[in-house]
């Protein structure tokens, strides 16, 4: 079922040298689109990008929230690495066993996130309430695939693994990402689903990024304030490495999977102004062909995490509850 918030579009005026108009803006955003500066591509200056996706996270995340007890350890990764987690923790309610979600940051594959968990994973703690594994995976261009993703796969295997300690039921565990985070929450649904395990009961991929191949929205959105098509080309490049060779894999691009067959039921938001849109809508109608049951949100005049960019409208509020609901609904 998608459910839509109605508004009247409002055009934005757009500098002469921009390219071309970004297209019909919701109207809370309209002035905040209209005062962004343009973004080069992250991969221009990997160390400077970094500093500053930090930089816009930090006011978001409440890190003395007194809901939550967060707990810093690291954990085998499949290359003889450590992988840094933080276990999140709701300090209220009874002993009885709490849903799951593997949470997955988004950042191009590369950007990472604050020294600790960012506010989305915070959120489905607090509103579920659930324990939320949030996981600091390898980031490229330094580790390309399939570092970051193999890295995921075996936190959510901890995770099960540990169920019983963490206080967890096992056959409520989720996986849930935003952008890069949601390709590679989508990953790990497949490679349960090859290696037979471990079981996901729901797959909550907000923004995602599934394809590396071209679209009509990748094409369309090429405003250089925005998340656009060269940032997401350069994306793919230091994500798949200098050396790949054939076609992009699957648990690289889920979009390439041959089959969405047994998969877990999942949720997928999208944004009229991201370039990611087209694919998103796509691979939730590939779900539905397969029949797995998904349900989605198109959040129109929107681009691309404009939550944080406009973190206290009505607009970020109403879909931040909506994705939340549906995780909530889930595992409930």
């Known amino acids: 079922m998608e459910i839509q918030v109605p508004f009247h579009t ?14 019909p803006v919701h109207p ?8 962004m500066p343009e973004q080069p591509s992250p991969f221009a200056d990997i160390a400077r ?3 500053d996706f930090r930089t816009l996270l930090a006011p978001l995340t409440d890190k003395t929230d007194d809901r939550l007890r967060i707990t810093h350890t690291t954990i085998d990764g499949p290359d003889g690495n450590l992988i840094g987690i933080q ?10 066993p709490l849903p799951a979600v593997l949470y997955l940051h988004g950042g191009y594959f590369a950007l990472g996130e604050l020294g600790g968990p960012g506010s989305q994973a915070l959120d489905i703690s607090t509103h579920l309430p659930a324990v939320v594994v949030n996981v600091h995976y390898r980031l490229a261009p330094e580790h390309p695939y399939p570092a970051g993703v193999e890295d995921c796969y075996a936190a959510l295997c901890w995770l099960a693994e540990h169920a019983g300690e963490l206080g967890v039921a096992p056959g409520r565990i ?12 989508a990953a790990v649904t497949l490679l349960a689903r090859d290696r037979q395990g471990p079981a996901i009961a729901f797959q909550s991929l907000v923004v995602p990024v599934t394809d590396d191949r071209p679209t009509a929205s990748r094409e369309r959105i090429t405003d ?12 793919w490049d230091a994500y798949l490495g200098p050396d790949r060779t054939g076609p992009t894999p699957a648990c690289a691009a889920p979009a390439r999977a041959a089959s969405f067959a047994g998969l877990p039921p999942a949720y997928v938001l999208t944004c009229g102004l991201d370039p990611l849109r087209d694919e998103g809508l796509a691979y939730a109608r590939r779900l539905t062909e397969a029949d797995v049951p998904v349900e ?9 995490m404009f939550e944080f960019t406009a973190p206290h409208s009505m607009l970020t509020q109403q879909t931040t509850r909506h ?5 909530k609904a889930a595992l409930t």
């Open 28 to 35: 809370e955003l309209a002035a905040i689109l209209a005062s």
């Open 224 to 235: 250089p304030r925005l998340v656009n098509n060269r940032g997401i080309a350069d994306m």
């Open 323 to 327: 994705w939340l609901n549906a995780l």
């Open 10 to 23: 409002v055009p934005v005026p757009v500098p002469e040298d921009h390219p071309a108009d970004v297209g």
């Open 49 to 51: 990008a970094r500093e």
């Open 174 to 185: 989720a996986v849930a990402g935003a952008s890069a985070g949601a390709c590679l929450a």
């Open 87 to 96: 276990v999140i923790r709701p300090t209220t309610g009874n002993d009885a």
């Open 296 to 304: 989605t949100k198109d959040v129109p005049g929107a681009w691309h």
